[in-house]
């Protein structure tokens, strides 16, 4: 176990908080002059916040599974939304998820809301399941009816006016709530989901209104030209037609552009107001000094950075993500900057539970950072977009690899909207040397269903 935790002669409890779509608008990141997240923030001030987290996948389904199974998406197959980890008995039941690890040294595993993808589960991941609404539930009415043919439904944005206790997130909260409230006989692993700010991005008009939101608010900077020193394979692979198109948002002076924004930043704040719920839960509870806070993003998000709207790329408004853990009795208000992954998630829950070790992790604990955050960190982050396609992020620069022999090169330390490829500058030959080492040496072809049909 965790020298920290030693001390105590019980186990801790886990409380695992994930959120969708979540790019780095939050206070303590300050990611957006208009974003207001105090309950998010206020967890960072009482554990460690890692400025540099980084996904390994900007897809949903890819990022959930690794995280959740502790290998790479190039080790795995699973690049895309399809097919669904958590229903496919093939791969779960020769892997070990983090909460059957967990279930499998004594603790009792609950979960409500999305933690796999579609809120789909593995079959004996958890021993509770709590509710698990989708995306868009009855009570949620369409905003935006004039929107193009292309945009998919789920693309929409806009004020819901129904009860606030009907919202999906808010029905996730307090069941987690209710979970907080009881005594246990043992330990307890508590993993709760919060879908927004996914698409359609629906809040109550209550937080919609808010007078923060009213006014003008700032857009993401865009360069006209920004794609213009990338290759043809990279526009190719980050592409979707579902998506609002930044032409789209731009017309009658960025009127949608405005609107989606405020929708987003919305959803922020919601989301923030059942964190905070939860927290206070927690410290009011009998589990109060005995457990684990670990907070994530799935990924991050485009809202017009690049041109692009959604995730799906290898950039860093896509791969950087909020990643907070706090400790019972442990540092508080730290910020880590080294580059670290949400792989780190599992075996760093090992090493601070004491639990059995599991031999197919990848991913490096980042307990030595919890302990000192200038603990020496040889490690990069690496996203992976479909079979090949690698980004390497390091604490001053990101690398990445495409499939087609095609490269990107971007120094954090003067660009941070990452709008000059430093790719074909000769003197930079070096340096991409030297990133490309790090690129995952596994890249198994897509998971894809067998002849025999099983899964």
């Not at 949400?342 to 302990?371: H, K, Q, R």
Request: proline share 7%; aromatic share 12%.
């Amino acid at each position: 176990m965790f020298p920290l935790l030693q001390a105590s002669a019980k186990k801790p409890n886990v409380l695992l908080i994930a959120v969708d779509d979540l790019n780095d608008w939050i206070g303590a990141l300050n990611g957006h002059p208009d974003t207001k997240t105090p309950n998010i923030d206020r967890l960072a001030r009482r554990g460690t916040l890692f400025s540099n987290a980084h996904c390994q996948a900007p897809i949903c389904n890819p990022s959930r599974t690794s995280l959740m199974f502790g290998m790479r998406p190039s080790t795995t197959g699973f690049y895309d939304n399809k097919p669904n980890s958590a229903q496919t008995p093939r791969f779960y039941n020769r892997h070990v998820s983090m909460p059957r690890h967990f279930g499998e040294n004594g603790y009792l595993t609950m979960t409500t809301g999305k933690l796999y993808h579609a809120s789909k589960l593995p079959k004996g991941d958890f021993e509770v399941e709590g509710p698990r609404p989708g995306q868009w539930i009855d009570y949620d009415e369409p905003v935006q009816t004039d929107r193009p043919d292309h945009m998919h439904w789920l693309w929409d944005f806009g004020p819901q006016s129904y009860e606030e206790e009907k919202f999906a997130d808010y029905t996730d909260a307090s069941w987690a709530i209710d979970q907080l409230e009881k005594n246990y006989d043992r330990p307890f692993f508590l993993s709760l989901g919060f879908y927004r700010p996914h698409v359609p991005f629906f809040s109550p008009e209550r937080v919609y209104n808010h007078p923060d939101l009213a006014g003008e608010l700032q857009l993401p900077l865009v360069k006209s030209d920004d794609l213009d020193d990338i290759s043809e394979h990279a526009k190719k692979i980050i592409y979707s037609p579902y998506p609002a198109s930044q032409d789209w948002v731009e017309q009658n002076d960025n009127e949608k552009w405005y609107e989606a924004m405020r929708a987003y930043l919305a959803c922020i704040r919601w989301t923030d107001e059942q964190v905070g719920r939860v927290l206070d839960a927690l410290d009011k509870s009998p589990h109060a000094d005995n457990t684990i806070i670990v907070f994530y993003a799935d990924h991050g998000f485009h809202l017009g950075e690049k041109r692009h709207w959604a995730k799906w790329t290898l950039w860093e408004r896509s791969t950087r993500v909020p990643y907070i853990i706090s400790l019972p009795g442990g540092e508080k208000g730290q910020v880590v900057d080294q580059p670290v992954e949400l792989l780190s998630i599992y075996p760093t829950l090992i090493d601070l539970c004491g639990l059995e070790e599991n031999s197919e992790l990848e991913g490096n604990s980042v307990a030595p950072l919890l302990e000192d955050s200038e603990s020496e960190w040889p490690h990069a982050a690496i996203t992976t977009l479909f079979q090949n396609n690698h980004s390497v992020r390091t604490k001053d620069w990101r690398y990445i690899s495409y499939a087609d022999g095609s490269e990107e090169l971007y120094d954090h330390r003067v660009d941070s909207n990452e709008w000059t490829n430093l790719a074909g500058d000769p003197e930079k030959k070096a340096k991409i040397e030297e990133l490309r080492k790090l690129l995952p040496q596994k890249n198994v072809e897509q998971y894809t269903r067998p002849k025999n049909g099983d899964w």
